[in-house]
Nanobody, 124 residues
Framework: QVNLEESGGGSVQPGGSLRLSCTPSQRLARPNCMAWFRQAPGKEREGVAALCSSTTPYYSDSAQGRFMISEDDALNTVFLQLRALKSDDTGVFYC??????????????????WGQGIEVTVSS
């Protein structure tokens, strides 16, 4: 069983930055996709950013230009750099893995392995 360890969440003021990390408990077979999703209270989980087999990343419209997903294969870790944070970014961020290539990298239903979730709060 693969577990996803998430870290880097917290509380920041609008305009601030955070860097989230996701480290699987073991190496993942390729092809695969790793992604970050956000869920606000009472809302559906939405895709934020995804990276599939080190190809061009995918971003939601709201994330484009502010967030960046990257990976460090040596560290077996995927990062999500959050910049210019807004109050609307508040929510629980989940790291997720798809063990197969997906044509919809930001679709929840294509992911089978999930982290526990980490809170991000943006407020003044």
């Amino acid at each position: 069983q693969v577990n996803l360890e998430e870290s880097g969440g917290g509380s920041v003021q609008p305009g601030g930055s955070l860097r989230l990390s996701c480290t699987p408990s073991q190496r993942l077979a390729r092809p695969n996709c790793m992604a970050w999703f956000r869920q606000a209270p009472g809302k559906e989980r939405e895709g934020v950013a995804a990276l599939c087999s080190s190809t061009t990343p995918y971003y939601s419209d709201s994330a484009q230009g502010r967030f960046m997903i990257s990976e460090d294969d040596a560290l077996n870790t995927v990062f999500l750099q959050l910049r210019a944070l807004k109050s609307d970014d508040t929510g629980v961020f989940y790291c997720a893995v798809s063990t197969h290539w997906t044509w919809a990298p930001l679709s929840v239903r294509d992911y089978t392995i999930w982290g526990q979730g980490i809170e991000v709060t943006v407020s003044s």
